[in-house]
């Protein structure tokens, strides 16, 4: 690739020196380590060093910062919007081997762990002693990786996101210094909120190394209600009267009728194909029964005819799990097709409109793009599927997320909810907040005056 | 005073020629400005601008900012820790005239206030809808203020606090420039998170003009239960199991036996004077129901003889009236005397240790300072009650609240859960994050490079 910068022999002879066979440079080993699951441009990784501790971090953050070399942190490379994907010239530090559980008190339901923890290998340490970590998106992200972006899912319409569920972090800045924030209380009014500086910074203001956690115990009683609707604005019209009513509910999903044929198809389920509301309550049993009656009542009001409860764990963990593969099950629509995925999230009123209209440029287009939405968040994403070499089709995406951001920042929204900028939302990003965008370039410049971690990600 | 240095004629003549009859001069009218309740030292303000717009704040800040004048922020004057008294030499921008609720969206269940507006203004229009704001300290605070300093309350161990509250603010910064932070959207990923960055700097970075807040629909049932118990700890270990288990619990308050009889005396209710906890469960009826019925058996379990429920609204809000005025009612344990409240934050599970520890010291002492704590955030205040002149009893409340201070922070927590750092807690600060307040220092120079933002308060 000729006129592209790599990363200088010296640096990669002093990372090696210093950290020796955690260094990857065999172009079949960092190839994993190069890219995310966006269809945003990268390229090979000329160094990939494997942390397995903060102080590699800081050994790597030093030499990059004593050489003036570009730094990209990796997870598990489960982002969408090109977060970590590597540029020439950049070291990959990676935390996926950072995966120790270091501490769980579950009397002050709290749990510290290493940025390379994912969910998976949390939730099952939790269940011994009657406790989850509610935060997921639909994948088996990092916990590291899932604070840097500030992600959230299903759950976020009870539990809340990752700015909720962080308690501190262990930080390593651009020059390796370690920086402790927050801690262990469940509330401070103690200086500056520098946890949440660096959630959702998507590594462009330092390297999380280590993350304390809430948790929560497992509720005794937990039910499924499903329910189709003639068109999604009535869907969308009872989780907004139940929230309204001041009703629990601990997940409040949206599928449009062709996300529940894709996940029909790809899960091996048989939901009616029509707009879908998925809503979970927990709590006591009389409370979960109470909760549910509610929002039949309310449901029903709205025109659905099928309101159904689903007990059995096993069968709402099966719909759950077909839930979260909605972006496989969407991939799967089409031979050979790829996703991308968009999200934006919108105040809760104004959700059914811009779905709406989204829909409606959808119709008008040829492109092929199912709804998934947590619509007690109001927000809500879009997996267009795509060929490859479908260049008219990436185009035709391209301007239909463009309106897509848009509408959404008109309505008060934002231009993503979950996703992230990456590289893919920098300019919406100046678009969404004109006015912050300045002081998110002063503080990336205090923090990170060489302009090392992460570049070109967030802000450009 | 000599020695002192004043706010300059000509600053005063220049903020009189923006701002005209807004700006007083006359002590008379500038001491009720001058200082918030806490015990420490204040200077008389010898100019406070009573603005009312964002405009009004800009042009304050460009005038100070042209004539490297100190601003001193100001909404009602509540806060415990000196965040908002004077220092010589500093101009006080009062938003307290700043009132008015700029917006509400019943369906999207947010608002958006300008920040002089008081919870006490804003909860009865939101009732007109059904809904409202929960988070609350004892006192009539601003929002604007609460904001300020990350205020929480009752509530904050099932609605959070401010933290978990703003969706967004508009910020003044040193130099006038105003900034949009956040948004409407109930979740977003872009970007750098500024409005937690301003939430809790009690206006050492930036004055917030404007806040948009998350409401919530009143819930249909509230149940308050009220026991006694013959320790604490048996009191704390009931809601730390509660919460283990997945019991919803709207408040969990803890009063100790001294503070039961203070609340007794001042508000005519007659509670057993023993440790008391108050717990609040809210919901549908049967949960509600079944709610009470389970933590009744944990209280029972952990000794508790006299679990008793209050479901008539007016005794509710009797009791938490009481509650709320635990300041005033501890003032009133002795002639003449005045409070000094500190507050601690620390792992649910230390709680107990933490409050017998500090019961203890209290014992050893001749301080009277009876407790009450947030117990399902493990978060509590210790109210000294002093005669002005005790000097003794000021040096012993001095030292035992460092040890409480040091304790907390030992034991995983922090030196303030709501009430801030004012002038009173800077080494407390330092103490509990020395690898953070090196980052916070940075970012007080990078937005306030000319250190005019209320000066002295958090970081010195």
Known sequence: MTGDVRVRAT????????????????PAET????????????????????????????????ICSDTTTSVVPFGTGTGLEGGANLSRGSVCLDVSGMNRILRLDPGSLDVTVEAGVKRSELNPVLAEHGLFFPVGPGVDASIGGMAATGASGTNAVYFGTMRESVL????????????????????????????????????????????????????????LAVCAFGDLVAAARVVQRALGEGIHLARAELLDDIMVGAIDDFSGLSLERAPTLLLEFIGGPAAVAEDAERVRALAEDEGSVNFGLVESAPERDRIWQARHDALPAAAAMKNGAQTWSTDVCVPISRLADCIGQTKADLDASSVLAP?????????????????????????????????????????????TGEHGIGVGKTEDLIREHPTGVPLMRALKGTLDPLGIMNPGKVLR
């Open 11 to 26: 640096v990669i002879d002093l990372l090696q020196g210093a950290l020796g066979a955690k260094v990857l440079t065999d």
């Open 31 to 62: 190839e994993p380590f190069s890219h995310d699951r966006s269809h945003h441009p990268w390229q090979l990784a000329d160094a990939v060093v494997r942390c397995t501790s903060t102080q590699d971090v800081v050994d790597v953050l030093r």
């Open 168 to 223: 501190g972090l262990t930080v390593v800045l651009a020059d390796g210094t370690v920086v402790h924030t927050g801690g262990r209380a469940r509330k401070s009014a103690a200086g500056y909120d520098l946890t949440h500086l660096f959630i959702g910074s998507e590594g462009t203001l330092g390297v999380i190394t280590e993350i304390t956690l809430r948790v929560y115990g497992i509720p005794p009683s937990t039910v």
């Open 371 to 415: 709804i998934a939405g947590h619509v007690g968040d109001g927000n809500f994403h879009l997996a267009f599927v795509l060929s490859p070499d479908d260049t008219a089709g990436f185009a035709e995406a391209q301007r239909i997320n463009e309106r897509l951001v848009e509408r959404a920042v008109v309505m008060g929204g934002t231009c």
